[in-house]
Nanobody
Framework: QVQLVESGGGLVQAGGSLRLSCAASGRTFTLYTMGWFRQAPKKEREFVGGISWSGGGTYYADSVKGRFTISRDNAKNTIYLQMNSLKPEDTAVYYC????????????????????WGQGTQVTVSS
């Protein structure tokens, strides 16, 4: 099993920045890709971006491309989501997820392909 714990959410004004962290523990050697998802009220959980656990390649949803950056620190078993130029529509609960599914990053954009999930952290962007 893998355990994921997110941190770093909060309230920020539009145009501001936040950095989320996701610390992984347990059988992390089974991970192939880590992803960030978000879920706004009354909406489905949607893919934000993903990063290869070993190689570091990244892939982003069009809605965040150029504003959000995912990085990793393998020594700390932690991934990060740097969010810049935040918009009110970015308001959501953000979830860290991990998968052992072996597929290209561009394929790993659906909730059902991820084995492990964190508890979520709230990000609120005020206008």
């Amino acid at each position: 099993q893998v355990q994921l714990v997110e941190s770093g959410g909060g309230l920020v004004q539009a145009g501001g920045s936040l950095r989320l962290s996701c610390a992984a523990s347990g059988r992390t050697f089974t991970l192939y890709t880590m992803g960030w998802f978000r879920q706004a009220p009354k909406k489905e959980r949607e893919f934000v971006g993903g990063i290869s656990w070993s190689g570091g390649g990244t892939y982003y949803a069009d809605s965040v491309k150029g504003r959000f950056t995912i990085s990793r620190d393998n020594a700390k078993n932690t991934i990060y989501l740097q969010m810049n130029s935040l918009k009110p529509e970015d308001t959501a609960v953000y979830y860290c997820a991990g998968t052992s599914h072996f597929s290209p990053l561009a394929v790993l954009t659906t909730v059902s392909l991820y084995n492990y999930w964190g508890q979520g952290t709230q990000v609120t962007v005020s206008s």
